[in-house]
Structures are given as structure tokens and as C-alpha cells.
């Protein structure tokens, strides 16, 4: 922090000056927009002819306004993820070109410096968004590191802290929780210590972050010191001792408190089973909100009428029953599995009619030629390859679920079963369909 306000308190050319001017006068209540033209601004500079000099300090003015704004619109699902995405990959790209063969070791440094920035603003994004992030990224963060010679305190020190991004297995997080993560690693991150020897193995050539296991490698991250410090912290959120100022204004102490857990497993090295991801094929009925997914397990006629394979409904008559019932007809659509794990599955739909489910919204989910019932489930991810074509990440959360309401009575509270909410019992299913099974037509709102 102390080099970025020497740096600013420098002279800057009649370039900086006006840049500085631009940016200062972006529309930053809407954020959007400002995202979107500071990338436009980027492009332009990377397909403009200027000395590295030049290039680097120019980008310096967009490295110090583009973490503010992509902060405020940290949603997943947003539009703000492609545009963060775009701008920080943009960076990155200028920083690069500024790397050449006569560039001074410092200004070297500083270059390098900022494209591991960008690239780490890239996989931010992705984090935030719970979309994969693009191929070849970390094998990029790591070339680049190399590239610097010898590192400074300060890039070793980044370079640390965007590892333990990494390695904080960070589409498991709750949402928010990446920006949870990169406060703690504010806090606890300078213990972290690059050595030849001990602790994760960082492979140059292996396009991830660390490997857990140990291996042959010539660089590693020592994160021995940081578990220490992390127990610590992790210790005074339960005595309920005060936190760090800026971890205490930023994050809420029982989010600290799960983050800390994770974060002691995550960032212990040695062999951890991985989840083990299973293509499949087939189909998965899917079901969008909570009040669809009630209805689809409790009321044993709607499930007869309008999920009865044997049996499909055309839409105008599927309407006119529920009309006449008096209820809404729930939004079910068909998606095509891809793999499946131990707790999750990968879902893609083609000619999707109507909205996909947002990330971080309920769905229920099931085989529609198998027996069971509908899964409790919520959206991780979800990315659009074209229009009307959507693949999205799925967390399974229960495999049967119990409505409770809260009866309050004086001086006591107790949840208690709704008896309205208990399922029928469910007929015996096949385990698989008939040879000649077709495929099920269901009615969309």
C-alpha cells in the first residue's frame, strides 16, 4: 500500500493526467456501465502502439478504480461477472505486452506484478460466479512468476496470497464467502512462506494452483505458519475476543468462524480424497423455487396428474386442470446429465423455454425413470454457451425433506412437523426405464 501512494504522489505525464481525469469522472453509481466502459478503455490501450514505460503506468490508473467497482457488484449470476472477467483479463493482457526484453528489472517486476493481479481478478470472478475459470490460467500465474527473476517481498508475498486463493476450494463456498477469503488471507496471508522445501508442491506446467501431495518440486508453499495464525483467530472468534478492524468491518464473525474450519483443511498440505466426478447419461426432471418443489412432493394428485411419464398432459389441459384445482402449475423442465459426484451433479438443457434458475435459488431434481423422490437441490453455477442453451452446477442438499412449522407459546418455542406437508406414499418405480420408454413431455407455465 505504501509503494501504490509513492506512486501516485509521483509526476505523472499529460497521458496520466487526462486518463486520471476520465476515470475520476466515471458514472460509479452505476457501476455496471463504469465496469463496462473501463474494459472498452482497456482494449483500446492494449491495440495501442506505446512504449512499456508508458503502458505500465497508464495501466496502473486502471488496476487502482477497477477492484473497487468489481467489489460493489459481486453477485453471482450478475452481468458483472462477464465484465469483471473481461476488464481483469484485458489488464493482464496490457501488463504482458509491456514485458519485453529491455524493459528494466524494476518496471519488470512492477509488470509482472500487475498481470498476476489481473489474472487473480479473473479467477475472483469466476469464484464469485461459480463459473470455471478459463484454461490455462494458473499455468499463466506461474510462468509469469518465474518471469520476474528475483522477486521482490512483496511479489513473493502476492503470488502467496493468490495460491491460498486457490487453494481455499473455493466453489464449495457459501455465497460471498471467496471475498470472506481473500480478508482473512489480508490478515494471515504474510505468513505464508515460498520454500524449496515442505508444504504444497507448485508444478509450473500443471494448469492448478498446488499440488497437495508431496511430490518432486522446485518451488513450495509453506503454509504451516498461516494454520497457526488461523487456529488463533479461529480461537478468539469463539471466545468472542475482538477481531482485526478491517476483518471485523468486512466479514460477520460466524462466517469467519466457517471459513476458519474450512480453511484449516483446505490449506493443510498432504493426500486429501477428491470427489470423485462419474459421467452419466440420461435425463433429470427439473422443478424451479421452493413453493414448486413443495408441491411436487406433497400433493400426491399434482404429481399423478402432471408428472405421470406413462401419461403426458398436452399444456392447455395441464392449465385447465390446475386452474380449475385452484393452484398454480409448477415450472418443470428437462435437463440432460453430464457427470455427476458425490454431492453434486452437471446439468445442460438446450431450447430452455423461459428464465433458467438463478445461482443460489432451490430446485428440486429427479429421475424421471427411476423411483424416489424429488431431490432437494440449489443452483452453484450456471453459464450460457448460446441462446436458450444453459449448463449449470447442482448441489444436492437432502434426499427427502420434513416441512416444520414454529408454534410460539408463552415462554416457550417449538417446531413441530406440519402435517399438511407429509408426502403420500409413493408407489414402487422401476429402477430403470422400458426399452421402448419415451421421452416424458411436461407441462411449462
Known amino acids: 500500500m505504501d509503494a501504490i501512494e509513492g506512486w501516485q504522489g509521483r509526476w505523472m505525464s499529460w497521458r496520466e493526467r487526462r486518463l486520471k481525469a476520465w476515470i475520476d469522472a466515471l458514472p460509479t453509481a452505476e457501476p455496471g456501465r463504469a465496469l463496462a466502459l473501463l474494459g472498452q478503455s482497456v482494449r483500446a490501450l492494449n491495440a495501442t502502439l506505446l512504449d512499456p514505460v508508458t503502458r505500465i503506468a497508464l495501466l496502473r490508473h486502471y488496476t487502482l478504480s477497477a477492484a473497487d467497482l468489481t467489489a460493489v457488484l459481486a453477485r453471482p449470476g450478475s452481468a458483472a461477472v462477464g465484465l469483471a472477467t473481461t476488464l481483469h483479463s484485458e489488464m493482464a493482457q496490457g501488463y504482458q505486452m509491456a514485458l519485453t526484453p529491455e524493459l528494466p528489472a524494476d518496471e519488470r517486476r512492477m509488470a509482472v506484478a500487475g498481470a498476476i493481479s489481473g489474472l487473480a481478478g479473473v479467477l475472483r470472478a469466476a469464484y464469485r460466479g461459480y463459473v470455471p475459470a478459463p484454461p490455462g490460467l494458473w499455468r499463466r500465474i506461474h510462468t509469469l512468476f518465474r518471469a520476474a527473476g528475483a522477486p521482490t517481498l512483496e511479489l513473493e508475498r502476492l503470488y502467496a496470497n493468490v495460491l491460498l486463493m486457490g487453494l481455499s476450494d473455493p466453489y464449495a463456498l457459501p455465497e460471498g464467502g471467496v471475498d470472506a477469503v481473500c480478508e482473512l488471507i489480508a490478515e494471515v496471508g504474510e505468513r505464508a512462506v515460498l520454500s524449496e522445501t515442505g508444504g504444497f508442491a507448485i508444478v509450473a506446467e500443471a494448469d492448478r494452483a498446488a499440488d497437495p501431495a508431496e511430490g518432486e518440486a522446485s518451488l513450495y508453499l509453506d503454509t504451516s505458519a498461516v494454520l497457526s495464525e488461523l487456529a488463533r483467530l479461529r480461537d478468539d472468534i469463539r471466545a468472542r475476543r475482538p477481531l482485526p478492524p478491517r476483518l471485523a468491518a468486512r466479514v460477520l464473525p460466524d462466517l469467519a468462524l466457517r471459513i476458519c474450519a474450512n480453511l484449516g483443511e483446505t490449506w493443510r498440505p498432504g493426500v486429501r480424497p477428491r470427489s470423485l466426478r462419474v459421467r452419466m447419461r440420461g435425463e433429470r426432471l427439473v422443478c424451479q423455487g421452493l413453493a414448486g418443489l413443495r408441491r411436487l412432493r406433497a400433493d400426491d394428485r399434482f404429481r399423478q396428474d402432471f408428472v405421470d411419464l406413462d401419461r403426458p398432459w398436452d399444456r392447455a389441459q395441464a392449465t385447465a386442470v390446475a386452474r380449475e384445482r385452484g393452484f398454480g402449475l409448477p415450472r418443470v423442465t428437462t435437463w440432460v446429465i453430464r457427470d455427476a459426484g458425490r ?103
Open 343 to 445: 454431492s453434486g451433479l452437471w446439468l445442460s438443457c438446450q431450447d430452455l423455454e423461459g428464465p433458467p434458475p438463478a445461482p443460489g435459488t432451490w430446485i428440486g431434481v429427479k429421475d424421471p425413470f427411476g423411483g424416489g423422490r424429488w431431490l432437494a437441490a440449489t443452483v452453484r453455477w450456471l453459464r450460457r454457451s448460446r441462446p436458450r442453451e444453459y449448463a449449470m452446477g447442482v448441489a444436492v442438499l437432502a434426499e427427502a425433506q420434513t416441512e416444520a412449522v414454529l408454534r410460539i407459546a408463552p415462554r416457550r418455542a417449538a417446531f413441530a412437523a406440519s402435517p399438511a406437508s407429509t408426502p403420500p406414499q409413493q408407489p414402487e418405480a422401476a429402477a430403470s426405464a422400458p426399452a421402448g420408454a419415451r421421452r416424458p413431455r411436461l407441462a411449462l407455465p
